[in-house]
């Protein structure tokens, strides 16, 4: 008799809690989550709304969606993305304004964009050149890779690159950043173009960084140019100096000293004439 007491109340229990949760408020979203596609239209229906709608607006990545805010009072709404990418993918929710205030989320995913810090690096022979990728969008990647690559395939080091390959190499990983040290550089083997790729659930995206490897010398010949600059100045200056300077006697002075004394002179016998 106390099982039979004990079950009927744990039904009546079971009943209550049913009925409970089938008035909860519910929103529908459609689609659950996208991938693979190149637009698309959310949706949000929601059904048993505790109180009245007083309106409702759509975030992405907890931002609100500028135009997205309406005062309307009806239970569906929608938010269409014209194109899917990188600028556009992420964690979107619809929210409708009522007491409490409900909310759910669906997810736009999109293949990684991945772009090298920068395209172009130099490093010198013996030194160490450091080469980093980017990566932007949802979700974030989970496994990064790169590569050597090479038009001629017998280039020594052409191929995937691992981590710690001939303790040469050293790879360093974060969701949306990835880091290739390349140590001991050689101008014939290291000298050429990488590849990096990050990998998510819905794609690939790569891009590829030039390295030029420069001489051990390569540092003198700056140098070098200014020591010769400077010489070649010296010089100039020197027999533009020595063209400037007179002669110490010059081709007119003699003459001249040669007629003063002569006026001198009859000056003197005109006046011992007079006299």
């Given amino acids: 008799m106390r099982r ?3 079950g009927a109340i744990f039904t009546m229990c079971i009943g209550w809690f049913q009925a409970e ?18 637009a698309a239209t959310l949706s949000c229906n929601l059904t048993n709304p505790s109180s009245s709608i007083k309106g409702h607006y759509w975030t992405r990545n907890g931002k609100i969606i500028d135009k997205s805010e309406s005062t309307s009072d009806q239970p569906y709404t929608e938010y269409r ?20 205030q409900v909310n759910a989320s669906i997810e736009v995913k999109a293949p990684p964009h991945v772009v090298a810090y920068k395209h172009s690096e130099n490093a010198n022979e013996k030194d160490k050149a450091v080469l980093i990728c980017v990566s932007h969008g949802y979700p974030m990647y989970t496994d990064w890779t790169w590569s050597k690559i090479s038009e001629d395939d017998s280039v020594k080091g052409a191929g995937p690159i691992t981590n710690g390959t001939d303790d040469k ?9 990835t880091t290739l040290y390349i140590k001991d550089l050689n101008i014939e083997n290291d000298m050429g173009i990488y590849e990096c790729r990050g990998t998510n659930v819905v ?5 590829q960084i030039q390295l030029r490897v420069r001489s051990q010398l390569a540092a003198l010949w700056p140098f070098l140019g200014i020591v010769a600059e400077v010489i070649i100045l010296v010089t100039i200056i020197f027999i533009y100096e020595k063209k400037r300077k007179p002669d ?10 040669s007629n003063a004394a002569t006026n001198h002179k009859d000056k003197n016998v005109r006046q011992r004439n007079s006299n």
């Fill in 21 to 38: 949760a089938s008035t909860d408020p519910t929103i529908m979203t459609d689609p659950k989550e996208t991938g693979n596609l190149t």
């Fill in 169 to 177: 190499y050293e790879i360093k990983n974060t969701p949306n950043k």
């Fill in 4 to 6: 039979k007491l004990l």
């Fill in 81 to 100: 993305i014209e194109k899917i990418d990188y600028h556009y993918a992420g964690i979107y929710e619809c929210v409708f304004r009522s007491e409490p």
């Fill in 248 to 257: 110490e006697i010059t081709d007119g002075a003699a003459p001249l000293k």
């Fill in 203 to 207: 794609g690939t995206g790569q891009d």
